[in-house]
């Protein structure tokens, strides 16, 4: 039973358009909300966070919204660039150690 | 910079081999896990440890045990190798307990089982 969703496996857009990636989880006892980036042959990078006290965390090009009522959180990038070529993916946790991660989804930004 | 090294990049064993992947953090992290990856079904927590000698069960411990007999180092152990366990591994380390620590992931193994 999988606790975090990321529906979509891949997702194309042009540059300088704005890309969204999500993500639904499904215990709201999650407190914490992460994604992490990773390129092919290399492991995967934090990216940006949220805790569950906020609903919009902004860093640089990259904001993460967070509706706690939908459990769903999501990734803006903008404008997206095509070093932002990557699978995403989305991370929770509850105060332990142990985080849940999604599949992941592979995006792809079109020069 | 976080460094998190692994001992190899790709790796090919037979079914039924004892299998070690090393990794190794130069940052005094605290913490160190091992996860898994497979297309299609993300990164899956093996086993994690929080103190020297100290292992904790992930979501999928069936067929590995883990070594932390120094804080830099933890090793996961495959103790009789199957197909089913062709995967990438990948190890991670943080500073502290606690979701909200950002987990530094080393470059991976890509191991291969025969």
């Known amino acids: 039973d999988q606790q975090v969703k990321q529906n979509s496996p891949s997702l194309s857009v042009q540059e300088g358009r704005i890309s969204i990636l999500n993500c639904d989880y499904t215990?709201?006892?999650?407190?914490?909300f992460l994604w992490y980036k990773k390129y092919p042959a290399e492991g995967p990078t934090f990216l940006i966070s949220?805790?569950?006290?906020?609903d919009k965390n902004e860093d640089g090009r990259f904001t993460v919204f967070l509706n706690k009522s939908a459990k769903h959180l999501s990734l803006h990038i903008v404008p997206s660039q095509p070093g932002d070529s990557a699978v995403y993916f989305c991370?929770?946790?509850?105060?332990?150690?142990?985080?849940?991660f999604g599949k992941g989804t592979k995006l792809s930004v079109i020069p | 910079d976080v460094k998190v090294t692994q001992s190899s990049r790709y790796l090919v064993k037979r079914t039924g081999e004892k299998v070690f992947l090393e990794c190794v953090q130069d940052?005094?992290?605290?913490?160190m896990f091992w996860y898994r990856q497979d297309p299609g079904l993300g990164l899956r927590l093996i086993y994690f440890?929080?103190?020297?000698?100290?292992?904790e069960k992930g979501d999928i411990p069936e067929g590995y045990s883990v070594s932390r007999e120094k804080k830099e180092r933890f090793s996961l152990i495959l103790e009789s190798a199957s197909t089913n366990q062709t995967s990438m591994y990948l190890c991670?380390?943080?500073?502290?307990?606690?979701?909200?620590?950002?987990?530094?992931f080393g470059p991976g193994t890509r191991l291969t089982v025969l």
């Open positions: 991670a380390s943080s500073k502290q307990g606690g979701v909200a620590d950002t987990q530094y």
């Open positions: 215990n709201s006892m999650f407190d914490y």
């Open positions: 949220i805790s569950s006290i906020k």
């Open positions: 991370a929770v946790g509850a105060g332990s150690y142990q985080l849940t």
């Open positions: 940052m005094d992290h605290e913490n």
């Open positions: 440890s929080y103190d020297v000698k100290m292992k």
